[in-house]
């Protein structure tokens, strides 16, 4: 009888709750194969990303437990190395995908870390949520479903799954030193470490060259952003330069014989 009721409650999951995607974004084989692990060995009810809160809130209803709440992420390419900011070292003859670009002395970008712009993300994109553009890709947040493809296909590691909140973002993986990021990209990050200085709320930190924001913390001041010499880090939110404060000349107090006088 128990048996009975498992197998009843993997094929509600599997044919009334989860979207059908079979896109393994969730880490398992399937819908079929998380609809097991959810009934089986109690995977998380959040863990489908495409089907987001309303599918949480389905399956637990059907496993009768509470579904808890479910961050939601986008997608985020952390490269702006354009046609304009990072040229290529070298032209291909033809159009290549980005993997078989890597294999050309590591692409045919200047900076090693960057977007090569061959399209692989957009090819496996069933959402629409990626266009190609000054020869980098672009994500279109609203609609991305965080289903994980386009950073497991990206042969640079540089699409990676950020909270849908964050709003500032450091959109470079160059762990060059300074002077070697800056000569490959006009808008690298060159780990100088100001942003970090600058942080009023102490969210970001450098890791190999690289400054990283923890996004827990940040609360989209924009600090950081006016201060990058490089401009790296980008905002979704309008970033304003605080006035400078006007010091006031000192008071001179007159002497009596100057009062008279």
């Not at 993300?121 to 965080?146: L, P």
């Amino acid at each position: 009888e128990m048996l009975r009721s498992l197998v009843g409650s993997e094929m509600c999951i599997r044919d009334r709750a989860l979207p059908g995607a079979n896109c393994g974004a969730c880490g398992f084989p399937g819908c079929s194969g998380l609809a097991s692990a959810i009934v089986e060995n109690g995977a998380p009810v959040t863990s489908c990303p495409i089907g987001g809160a309303e599918c949480a809130e389905h399956i637990a209803e059907i496993m009768g437990v509470n579904a808890g709440t479910m961050d939601k992420n986008v997608a985020h390419v952390l490269c702006q190395g354009t046609c304009e900011n990072a040229p290529n070292k070298f032209d291909f003859l033809e159009d290549k995908t980005c993997r078989e670009k890597i294999l050309y002395h590591g692409g045919d970008k200047s900076c090693a870390y960057g977007c090569l712009g061959g399209g692989d993300c957009f090819d496996v994109c069933e959402y629409g949520a990626i266009k190609m553009e000054d020869g980098i890709a672009h994500i279109i947040k609203e609609n991305c479903v965080a289903c994980n493809k386009c950073v497991e296909v990206c042969p640079k590691n540089i699409i990676e799954l950020v909270p849908y909140e964050a709003k500032t973002v450091i959109e470079c993986r160059n762990k060059d030193k300074g002077k070697e990021a800056k000569a490959v990209c006009k808008t690298a990050c060159i780990g100088c470490g100001i942003c970090v200085k600058n942080c009023p709320e102490n969210t970001i930190k450098l890791e190999n060259n690289l400054a990283k924001i923890d996004y827990s913390g940040c609360t989209n001041c924009g600090t950081c952003v006016i201060k990058c010499p490089t401009k790296a880090i980008v905002a979704e939110y309008e970033v304003t330069k605080p006035e400078p404060v006007k010091k006031e000349a000192p008071k001179v107090e007159k002497s009596a014989e100057e009062v008279r006088a």
